[in-house]
């Protein structure tokens, strides 16, 4: 079985918003055999970055585009291929957005290799620990505490018993954090669990600080409350705050992950399939569940990335909580014909299908395509 086409397709909604929201655009990823069989991925990145990052001719021995790499190999072959991508493109790879479309690329394979033996990713990953994993709704702060604690209230009678709220107007002053936090707690109440994603605002001891206050409202834990390059920073707020410290959905493949979990950065660690791949994210999270830590998914975009997340996390016997955007987005909720969310009890579901266990719906496809190569 060989490789004969790698597709690109860039989807994107009509009104695209100022705002934190992957759910907006995406960069499909289809590959296809000389025997029939197609593997989907896609990208969380910039799509126009993530597709010339496929479509870039032949460089030199190691700056290749990718679907040069791939063309005529064998798909079902997927970690000698992880290495021969990463091998021939170290002088624009790495790190960052080609590890990212590498993960898709992954994803991808490992969706068409499901396919091939009629086998779930979950079951060819080693197997599941769990059927349905408790799933956290994940949407942005309102603008004020209470809009947020309206928001609350929504995915509270929706059935999710945990909720995060994320991201801007969060990092202005800390009367509005404050004011923030107390609205989503009042808003979801106090038996369901909350979780604050911060967005990466502040400095260390400002986010000690707003730990400090933060824990009078049982947060779960308190997300990238630093930049994400802050390695020093998370290492100290980690040993010094009273609540948990979670990241990770920033770091594309092992390399990005190691001194984090070398050095017991974090607490919760939430690893993002689409931007690690099969490959790389089932070493990352054995890695963290030797150093003690916790994993989590990172999942803030299509079907297709909930799906990938879901086999994975799925297979991780300590697994805990599922991030389940709840972004009122076509591409979040139409880009497959199966629905991918949770139930009403606040659980969501593991695919047992062939391979990712999704199929595209063609129609939506052709609605909101942008561009596309590889045909």
Request: hydrophobic share 40%; net charge negative; proline share 3%.
């Given at each position: 079985m060989k490789i004969t086409q790698v597709i690109c397709q860039i989807l994107r909604i009509k009104n695209v918003e100022g705002k934190t929201a992957g759910t907006q655009d995406t960069l499909l990823i289809r590959i296809r055999t000389d025997e029939g069989f197609e593997g989907v991925g896609e990208v969380d990145s910039s799509p126009e970055v993530a597709k010339a990052v496929i479509d870039a001719p032949f460089s030199h021995m190691i700056a290749c585009g990718l679907r040069e790499l791939l063309i005529g190999e064998n798909p079902l072959e997927t970690k000698r291929i992880w290495e021969k991508l990463y091998r021939r493109t170290m002088y624009m790879g790495r790190r960052g957005a080609v590890i990212s479309v590498m993960a898709g690329v992954d994803v991808a394979l490992w969706d068409l290799k499901g396919k091939v033996y009629n086998q779930p990713i979950h079951r060819l990953l080693g197997g599941?620990?769990?059927?349905?994993?408790?799933?956290?709704?994940?949407?942005?702060?309102?603008?004020?505490?209470?809009?947020?604690?309206?928001?609350?209230?929504?995915?509270?009678?929706?059935?999710?018993?945990?909720?995060?709220?994320?991201?801007?107007?969060?990092?202005?002053?800390?009367?509005?954090?404050?004011?923030?936090?107390?609205?989503?707690?009042?808003?979801?109440?106090?038996?369901?669990?909350?979780?604050?994603?911060?967005?990466?605002?502040?400095?260390?001891?400002?986010?000690?600080?707003?730990?400090?206050?933060?824990?009078?409202?049982?947060?779960?834990?308190?997300?990238?409350?630093?930049?994400?390059?802050?390695?020093?920073?998370?290492?100290?707020?980690?040993?010094?705050?009273?609540?948990p410290i979670a990241s990770g959905e920033g770091e594309c493949g092992s390399g990005a992950f190691r001194p984090w979990i070398d050095r017991h950065a974090l607490d919760v660690y939430q690893i993002d399939v689409i931007r690690n791949g099969f490959s790389e994210s089932g070493y990352i999270g054995q890695r963290v569940q030797e150093n003690g830590g916790r994993l989590c998914n990172h999942s803030y975009k299509s079907p297709i990335s909930v799906a990938a997340c879901l086999h994975w996390l799925s297979t991780i016997k300590d697994a805990f909580l599922f991030e389940d955007c709840v972004e009122d987005s076509p591409i979040r909720h139409e880009l497959t014909h199966e629905r991918m969310q949770a139930d009403a009890d606040g659980y969501i579901t593991v695919p047992d299908a062939p391979g990712l266990g999704v199929t595209l719906n063609e129609d939506f496809i052709k609605a909101y395509l942008v561009s596309e190569s590889g045909w």
């Amino acid at each position: 079985m060989k490789i004969t086409q790698v597709i690109c397709q860039i989807l994107r909604i009509k009104n695209v918003e100022g705002k934190t929201a992957g759910t907006q655009d995406t960069l499909l990823i289809r590959i296809r055999t000389d025997e029939g069989f197609e593997g989907v991925g896609e990208v969380d990145s910039s799509p126009e970055v993530a597709k010339a990052v496929i479509d870039a001719p032949f460089s030199h021995m190691i700056a290749c585009g990718l679907r040069e790499l791939l063309i005529g190999e064998n798909p079902l072959e997927t970690k000698r291929i992880w290495e021969k991508l990463y091998r021939r493109t170290m002088y624009m790879g790495r790190r960052g957005a080609v590890i990212s479309v590498m993960a898709g690329v992954d994803v991808a394979l490992w969706d068409l290799k499901g396919k091939v033996y009629n086998q779930p990713i979950h079951r060819l990953l080693g197997g599941k620990h769990h059927d349905r994993i408790k799933a956290y709704a994940s949407i942005l702060f309102g603008k004020s505490g209470a809009e947020t604690a309206d928001i609350g209230r929504r995915w509270t009678a929706a059935g999710y018993q945990a909720v995060k709220f994320g991201w801007e107007p969060m990092g202005e002053n800390e009367a509005l954090d404050i004011e923030l936090v107390r609205g989503a707690r009042e808003g979801i109440g106090d038996a369901a669990e909350l979780l604050i994603d911060a967005g990466c605002v502040w400095d260390a001891r400002t986010a000690l600080r707003r730990a400090e206050r933060f824990k009078d409202y049982n947060i779960g834990w308190l997300e990238e409350p630093l930049n994400e390059d802050d390695l020093d920073g998370y290492v100290w707020l980690r040993d010094h705050s009273p609540v948990p410290i979670a990241s990770g959905e920033g770091e594309c493949g092992s390399g990005a992950f190691r001194p984090w979990i070398d050095r017991h950065a974090l607490d919760v660690y939430q690893i993002d399939v689409i931007r690690n791949g099969f490959s790389e994210s089932g070493y990352i999270g054995q890695r963290v569940q030797e150093n003690g830590g916790r994993l989590c998914n990172h999942s803030y975009k299509s079907p297709i990335s909930v799906a990938a997340c879901l086999h994975w996390l799925s297979t991780i016997k300590d697994a805990f909580l599922f991030e389940d955007c709840v972004e009122d987005s076509p591409i979040r909720h139409e880009l497959t014909h199966e629905r991918m969310q949770a139930d009403a009890d606040g659980y969501i579901t593991v695919p047992d299908a062939p391979g990712l266990g999704v199929t595209l719906n063609e129609d939506f496809i052709k609605a909101y395509l942008v561009s596309e190569s590889g045909w």
